[in-house]
């Protein structure tokens, strides 16, 4: 069987580059329904990109390669494609735009724009063997007991990352990367949750507050919350991306609001009050007495002095934990590294080195922040490979 595009991996990247490359594009993959990781994103409610996506919010070694296609296929073009099928979304949080309805609805939306593209679709198809004979990839294909070789023009790898292998997820981009000779930058779990040993917040399981976390010159405003296992929330997943092995987080317990001096007035005013009962007034009652155990909270408002106050709030203010390590690609969200953008076009997402061959999503090295900026990667860099294929094809 002869095609002029082939993709890899009928996720978000791989669906949206099916709906741009242009007629004759085949999409496979293993599983039995496309876009599983946008079914179960966002609570099953897609949170499909962010209002402020811009190129402040990506990691990745070379931090300027994902301008190009961020700039050329945007957030608003996205929501634009969004109206266009009717789908109510609304905003949840600091720009995170999620669907009213079901995350189906956008797996719906881009197999429709792809079928109007004229490409196809095949799931439960494994890739075997893949090769190029010198002037076209050959990749011998299992789909419903059958073997099929296909050779195509261009080869398009939207298999995604490591993250969340339960729902299939493998290294196969960096195989296929290192077999046409590119480098793959280390990977990590990222966007996941903190793990400390010993149960150490098992007895606040549940525990939610706003908080200040900072690692590494970095810092993320947002709910941390307390587990069986460690530290999750939306602070802790963000900020993951920025810690390593052996560093410490610094929390802020209490990022909006001035306890040094609400604790100066009530000194004054209620003296014989404990200080726990007050700082139960600024977080919730069962951290408070967590704390107790590793901070003295045993005074009394007025036994407290200007250097007690200070040093209590500096404790509260810059709580320095050391995680023993990371729920892994488990839970992960993302794949923080993967495919080397030295060795890609970053205006086409192809090989600098081998013509026809592209690599897409979140098999690349950029990753993006908590909150849909990785949808929205997807969605610039398949459009940005898509429409490259397309213009290439119709030479």
């Known amino acids: 069987m002869k095609v002029d595009t082939l993709i890899l991996g009928a996720g978000a990247a791989g669906l949206m580059a099916a709906a741009h490359a242009g007629p004759n594009t085949l999409l496979i993959d293993h599983a039995k329904a496309p876009g599983e990781k946008i079914r179960i994103s966002g609570g099953g409610r897609c949170n499909f990109t962010n209002m402020y996506a811009g190129f402040e919010n990506y990691l990745g070694q070379n931090r300027h390669f994902h301008k190009s296609a961020l700039t050329r296929y945007t957030q608003w073009d996205f929501i634009e494609l969004v109206g266009k099928h009717g789908i109510a979304w609304h905003e949840k949080t600091l720009g995170q735009l999620f669907c009213d309805d079901k995350a189906t609805q956008i797996v719906q939306m881009l197999v429709s724009e792809l079928r109007d593209a004229g490409a196809d679709l095949w799931l439960q198809t494994e890739v075997k063997e893949l090769s190029h004979d010198g002037t076209s990839f050959v990749t011998r294909l299992s789909r419903e007991g059958k073997e099929i070789t296909v050779t195509s023009a261009n080869l398009v790898v939207a298999t995604g990352g490591k993250s969340i292998p339960k729902m299939g997820a493998t290294g196969l981009a960096y195989d296929i990367a290192r077999r046409f000779g590119h480098a793959v930058t280390d ?26 976390i900072s690692c590494n010159g970095t810092m993320f405003d947002e709910a941390m919350l307390f587990t069986h296992r460690g530290l999750s929330g939306p602070a802790v997943l963000q900020i993951s991306s920025y810690w390593r092995e052996g560093e410490e987080i610094s929390v802020n317990l209490l990022p909006h609001g001035d306890l040094a001096s609400v604790l100066k007035d009530k000194r004054r005013s209620e003296g014989k009050k404990a200080l726990t009962t007050e700082l139960a007034q600024h977080l919730p009652a069962r951290l408070v007495e967590h704390l107790k155990a590793e901070m003295d909270l045993s005074d009394k408002l007025g036994d407290l002095s200007d ?14 934990l050391k995680p023993t390590g990371t729920e892994g690609y488990r839970t992960a969200e993302v794949t923080l590294g993967g495919v080397d953008t030295d060795g890609l076009n970053s205006q086409s997402m192809m090989s600098k080195s081998v013509p026809g061959l592209y690599f897409i999503g979140e098999a690349v090295d950029v990753t ?19 429409l490259a294929i ?4 119709q030479k």
């Open 187 to 212: 990977t990590r779990p990222a966007l996941v949750p903190f793990t400390f040993d010993k149960g150490r917040f098992a007895e606040i399981s549940g525990v939610s507050v706003p908080s200040q």
């Open 307 to 320: 250097k007690r106050i200070e040093a209590l709030c500096q404790d509260l203010t810059a709580w320095a």
């Open 368 to 386: 993006g922040w908590l909150g849909g900026f990785n949808f929205q990667w997807a969605w610039s860099s398949a459009v940005a490979a898509g």
């Open 390 to 393: 397309r213009a290439t094809c």
